[in-house]
């Protein structure tokens, strides 16, 4: 899959600072929601985008050999059953999707199992991955095919005109995977990276981190893309393939939780100019997720203490989204109301 992100033009985002400078208010006195606006512009190239934004929610499903080694509270039959969850309408990203606007696609790239219904998009790469502890996640082949599953799906998606992208994730035992590409791709000691999860206890946690520790001690990485077979999900990889579909079609995607994270990380670390294309939802409350949010210098949008995954806090985000862009387009010039400018208006 050979990915070429559009060259931005820096006018685009002088044009929408110039508009927002002259709307009436303060300047600057938005404060972030500004940049919010300057920022999509620069994406899109749209000063007036037509509001609400057309969003989708993609929630990429995927189990996990690694479970095996006792790192989840849950087990692996709840992947299956959320599925079915999503489908019918009962998740929390449902929920918030549906006060956002947002329509929600489920995708299955890794589950073990099969689901029968003609609602759920069938790309399936693997039926669940193997045991990274004691072989490779996947073959290159198959880390391949989840890229190209995510790349894809955003590619159909910016076709029909959907303005804004939100990867969510399914997947009993992700947060495992997720640190562990992480630790590799940044140089992170998996004591502060890995986390509770879906809530282990202090036994589990320790085995948890011990498991990641031997998995990185195991392999050599050629690659970020050899990192993701080796101890990566395919639901991990389709969201770094859509972070690159998006880009690629200037279509902004918003970063959710731990494992949108890790994908996002994979994503950058093969187009390192990803990073003017995307925003960051939230900050997810899983332990790690605040020092690779610092480390890849993110700014989150929102910050509720959240840790569902599914894309909930960045479609929570998108909300601030329209906000942002609502502000740019609909507050009056101080010329259109006329109002009388102040001094730092004159200058």
């Known amino acids: 899959m050979e990915v070429r992100l559009p060259k931005l033009d820096r006018a685009d985002y002088e044009r929408a600072s110039k508009r927002l400078d002259n709307l009436t208010k303060p300047r600057g006195s938005l404060g972030y929601l500004e940049e919010i606006a300057r920022r999509y512009v620069y994406i899109t190239g749209e000063l007036f985008p037509e509001l609400p934004l057309s969003k989708a929610v993609y929630v990429f499903a995927g189990d996990h050999g690694v479970v095996e080694e006792g790192v989840s509270a849950y087990p692996q039959e709840v992947t299956l059953q959320m599925i079915l969850n999503f489908l019918a309408g009962g998740a929390g990203i449902n929920a918030i999707a549906r006060q956002a606007g947002a329509d929600v696609y489920v995708v299955d790239v890794g589950a073990a199992g099969d689901v029968d219904d003609p609602r759920l998009i069938k790309r399936k790469v693997v039926h669940g991955t193997k045991n990274f502890l004691k072989e490779p996640a996947m073959s290159r082949e198959q880390a391949q095919k989840a890229l190209q599953v995510g790349y894809e799906l955003a590619k159909e998606a910016a076709e029909k005109g959907v303005k804004l992208l939100i990867p969510g994730d399914m997947g009993i035992g992700n947060t495992t995977p997720s640190a562990a590409v992480m630790c590799a791709l940044l140089g992170e000691d998996p004591d502060d990276i890995v986390g509770r999860g879906t809530g282990i206890d202090d036994l589990a946690l320790a085995r948890k981190r011990q498991v990641v520790k031997e998995a990185l001690s195991k392999y050599s990485f050629a690659d970020p893309i050899d990192v993701l077979a080796k101890v990566g999900g395919?639901?991990?990889?389709?969201?770094?393939?859509?972070?690159?579909?998006?880009?690629?079609?200037?279509?902004?995607?918003?970063?959710?939780?731990?494992?949108?994270?890790?994908?996002?990380?994979?994503?950058?670390?093969?187009?390192?100019?990803?990073?003017?294309?995307?925003?960051?939802?939230?900050?997810?409350?899983?332990?790690?997720?605040?020092?690779?949010?610092?480390?890849?210098?993110?700014?989150?949008?929102?910050?509720?203490?959240?840790?569902?995954?599914?894309?909930?806090?960045?479609?929570?985000?998108?909300?601030?989204?329209?906000?942002?862009?609502?502000?740019?387009?609909?507050?009056?010039?101080?010329?259109?109301?006329?109002?009388?400018?102040?001094?730092?208006?004159?200058?």
């Open 234 to 347: 395919a639901e991990i990889g389709a969201i770094a393939g859509f972070f690159l579909g998006g880009a690629e079609s200037r279509v902004p995607v918003i970063i959710d939780g731990f494992i949108s994270l890790a994908g996002y990380t994979i994503a950058q670390a093969l187009c390192p100019e990803l990073k003017e294309f995307v925003f960051l939802g939230h900050c997810s409350k899983e332990k790690g997720a605040a020092r690779v949010v610092e480390k890849l210098n993110l700014r989150p949008i929102v910050d509720l203490d959240l840790r569902l995954g599914e894309g909930t806090g960045a479609c929570l985000a998108s909300m601030i989204v329209d906000a942002a862009l609502r502000v740019l387009t609909e507050m009056a010039t101080f010329e259109d109301a006329g109002v009388s400018k102040g001094k730092e208006h004159l200058s």
